[in-house]
Structures are given as C-alpha cells and as structure tokens.
C-alpha cells in the first residue's frame, strides 16, 4: 500500500484510532507527542486521569496505554509505514511509555494492518450475549494473539470459570461497602464525567447496559446506584465465556505487553464477529487478584479477565479532541 503524507491530517488521524482504544472508566490516560524531525510518536501516561484508590500501582492505566500503543501501530501499519516500536524503560526519561518510529519499509504489514477495521467497531458490551459456544479455531486464533504481544490467554474451564465469577461478587461487595471507591467509580459515570454531546470521557448512560435480572455475566454496573430512567433488566449468560490475559511478571512493561495483548485479542475477537467485555473488578483487590490466577495454568499474574460471545451491537463511547492529547513538534 502506498504510504500517506506525514502531514498533520496523518499525524492526527492516527493518534485518534490509537485513543479509539479501551481505558479504565474511559479516562483516555495517555498523550501522544510526534516529532516531525524523526518521524517519531512518543507515548507518556497522563497521570491526572490516574485512579487513586482503584489502580494506585496505575496497573490498568499502564493497560490502557498498551492498548492505545497497539491501535497506533495497527493504524501506521495501515497507512503504510512499518512501527518500530520501542517499549520503556528509558532511564533518561522515566515517563517514556514507548515510541513508535515510522519507517518505510518493504516488509509486509499485513497482520496488523488488517486488524484496522476492528478498531472503531469494537466497544465494550454490557449487553447480555447469547449461550453460542466460541468455537476452538477462533480461541486458538485469540489465543496466538495475545502470545504475538508476549502474554497468555487462558480460557478456564467451567470449575474455575465459577470461582472466577465468585471473587468478581465479593469484589462487587467489597466496593459497595467502600464509598470512597464506590465514589471514584461514580465520578466516571453519569453526570459525574459531564453530560451531553459535549461529553468527552467516561461512561455514558447508553453504555450501561441493563441491571441484571439474572444470570452470572460479570458486567460492572457503572450506574452505581443511581436511577437512570428507561433502563430496563435482562436475563445474562448463566455460564458467561471468560479467558483471563496474563504475563510472566508484574512490573510495567509487563503492562504494556498485556495492554497490546488485551487489544490484540479485542480487534481479532471483533473482526469475528464477537462482542467483548472487560472486568477488572476482582484485579483492583489484592488479596482477590492472586486467586483469579488458575493454579493450574503457567500464568504467573492475571492482568484482565474478558468476557467473550455473541450479543447486539452497541455504539461508541466519547473521546477527548485530539488536540487535547497530541502535540506535534
Ligand atoms: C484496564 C481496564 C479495566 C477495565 N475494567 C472494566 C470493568 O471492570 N468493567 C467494565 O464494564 N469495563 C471495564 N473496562 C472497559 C472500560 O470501561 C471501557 O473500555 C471504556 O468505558 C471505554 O469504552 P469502550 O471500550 O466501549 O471504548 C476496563 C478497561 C480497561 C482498559
């Protein structure tokens, strides 16, 4: 393919299908800075959109800017350039998450340059999915795309599925009886995090889903026991789809690659056609987080639990203007 100007329409294009990615209450916690000279992007985390009480090691932030990391290189890839990509640590600049370098290059750019449809097409589903089994040749596939960021992808069976829902309750619990992180929550939901068209992060009512009826679907209720008016229950998955993304190790860059990971997964999942969802509940406690792990399995730390299967289309959430998240130097 052809490869497009680096002009600022480019530049900025990019970056918005990079921030079209998944972020923890939709805080969009990255900026992304172009140096012209180099051809380079460089990511940093902005630690103002951090949740204190939620993510204090900024764990799902660093998730987060993983996962706007990979949109980015799918979206270079895309538009003809190779990303070089080189992940942190840089001890000159200790905020330095990444940089991707855009390189003309003969080499194929195929598997992630056709991931880019996904991008705008995948939202989180809070939606109820159906019982239809994901088949083996598409977990295998998901699978593969979390070992190409460097992390694992576990589907556990349903004995360990059913523990995994328990602590996702008892986590459930634990924030219900804690208001000041019931109360960190609610700010990124509702009015909380600004109304309207001129709404530009956080959950919005329409992503709510329904309140759950019955069934076991770990679906967060962002609505945090707030009315909102014509929002109605419904009936969940009994045995919801669950695959837990982990990484040998637990230190920063270990985020990024399951961030990359945990994207990678996503815009496989979508372009089959898959709705996903996202819980972290049971991550954000400690002492629940270590009991998510299958002992089982290899995986040394579970970094997200996703929740996998066939459910409606949902529409898109807010994102901040780009100008707010870019600079071009
Ligand atoms: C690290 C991380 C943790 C998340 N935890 C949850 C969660 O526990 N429950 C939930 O419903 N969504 C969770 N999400 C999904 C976000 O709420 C969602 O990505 C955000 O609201 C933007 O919406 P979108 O994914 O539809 O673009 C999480 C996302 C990330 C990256």
């Known amino acids: 393919m052809p490869k497009s100007p680096m002009d600022r329409e480019t530049i900025t294009a990019l970056v918005s299908d990079a921030a079209a990615a998944p972020s923890m209450h939709n805080a969009q916690p990255w900026r992304f800075r172009f140096a012209t000279a180099s051809a380079t ?18 764990r799902a932030l660093y998730i987060g800017c993983g996962a706007a990391l990979f949109n980015l290189r799918v979206a270079a890839a895309r538009a003809g350039w190779e990303p070089a990509t080189t992940l942190l640590p840089d001890p000159a600049d200790p905020e330095l998450l990444a940089e991707v370098r855009l390189v003309e290059s003969d080499k194929s750019q195929a598997d992630l340059a056709r991931l880019y449809p996904a991008i705008r097409l995948r939202h989180t589903s809070r939606q109820p999915f159906t019982d239809e089994a994901i088949s083996e040749t598409v977990r295998n596939r998901l699978r593969s795309a979390a070992a190409d960021e460097g992390a694992q992808l576990v589907f ?5 599925a059913q523990s995994v829902l328990d602590l996702v309750d008892d986590a459930e619990e634990r924030e219900r009886a804690a208001s000041p992180v019931r109360d960190e929550t609610a700010q990124w939901s509702g009015a909380g995090a600004g109304d309207g068209a001129s709404r530009t992060q956080g959950v919005p009512d329409h992503a709510l889903g329904p309140r759950r ?34 990484t040998p190790d637990d230190h920063e860059l270990d985020w990024l690659h399951a961030g990359q990971a945990m994207e990678h ?25 270590w009991a998510v792990r299958d002992p089982q399995s290899a995986m040394g730390y579970v970094q997200m639990a996703l929740r996998l299967g066939f459910g409606p289309l949902t529409s898109a959430t807010p994102r901040r203007p780009v100008e707010e998240i870019l600079d071009i130097v």
């Open 213 to 246: 009826w019955d069934g076991r679907a770990p679906v967060r209720d962002f609505a945090t026991g707030r009315t909102v008016p014509g929002r109605g229950t419904a009936v969940f998955e009994q045995s919801p789809q669950l695959a837990l993304l982990g």
């Open 265 to 289: 997964v996503l815009l496989e999942a979508t372009l089959r056609g898959l709705s996903t969802s996202l819980t972290s509940h049971a991550l954000e406690w400690p002492e629940l987080r």
């Open 156 to 160: 556990p069976d349903p004995w360990h």
């Open 41 to 58: 992007f460089s990511l940093r985390p902005d630690l103002e959109r951090a949740m204190d009480l939620t993510d204090p090691a900024h």
